[in-house]
């Protein structure tokens, strides 16, 4: 019987969440098998409990690690203040993600099904929302992000779902409008109660 390291499963399993978000936000969570997920990673199923207890495990694992990624890797890396909170959006409500389902963010792609998920899944991902926000809200108001926090959120969901209407929609002028109508919305809620 072949022993594999520590790092061999560690980095077994980490391939596993990898390409699990990649799926999941793809096909969705009803959409993903535990054989599709185990065969994007090639990997047998028989791998599969040797990594995770249960579906629900890599489910709630690999959302986390989702919203981890976006919070490193979207929201720590834009620019302070304002402008920050703007190349966020613009970003967000792109083209480029939204015809990326793949690799784009698990809000957009996953809400509907992560409501319908077990409380663990859903504690999850609020855990991870949460760090989204606070990292927009600091980019909001420096000097006491908990008083933006509330409108970070609200920012979000707007984000979430207008890439997610525009996804939806057949027409590709329509689709290509709300993006750009979805950016206005977003800073205009920005703005609002600023000081003219």
């Known amino acids: 019987m072949v022993r594999y390291t520590k790092e061999h499963k560690s980095e077994t399993r980490r391939r596993i969440i990898e390409t699990a978000g990649r799926r999941l936000k793809q096909d ?16 047998t199923n028989g791998a599969f409990y040797a990594h995770f207890e249960s579906k629900d495990d890599l489910v709630t694992t690999a959302i986390a690690d989702q919203l981890k990624t976006q919070a490193e890797n979207v929201v720590a890396q834009a620019a302070p203040g304002r402008a920050g909170v703007e190349q966020i959006v613009r970003g967000y409500l792109s083209p480029l993600h939204r015809d990326n389902l793949g690799d784009g963010c698990p809000n957009a792609a996953l809400l509907d099904e992560i409501g319908r998920c077990s409380d663990t899944t859903r504690q999850a991902y609020t855990d991870g929302v949460l760090v989204l926000i606070d990292g927009i809200a600091a980019r909001m108001a420096p000097e006491d992000p908990s008083s933006a926090r509330v409108k970070a ?44």
Not at 166 to 189: F, H, M, V, Y
């Open 28 to 43: 969705g969570i009803d959409g993903s098998g535990v054989s599709t997920l185990m065969k994007d990673a090639g990997l």
């Open 153 to 196: 959120l609200s920012i979000l969901g707007l984000m979430a779902g207008t890439l997610q209407l525009s996804r939806a929609l057949t027409d590709t002028r329509l689709a290509r409008e709300l993006l750009d109508q979805g950016i206005d919305n977003a800073l205009a809620l920005l703005d609002a109660g600023r000081g003219a």
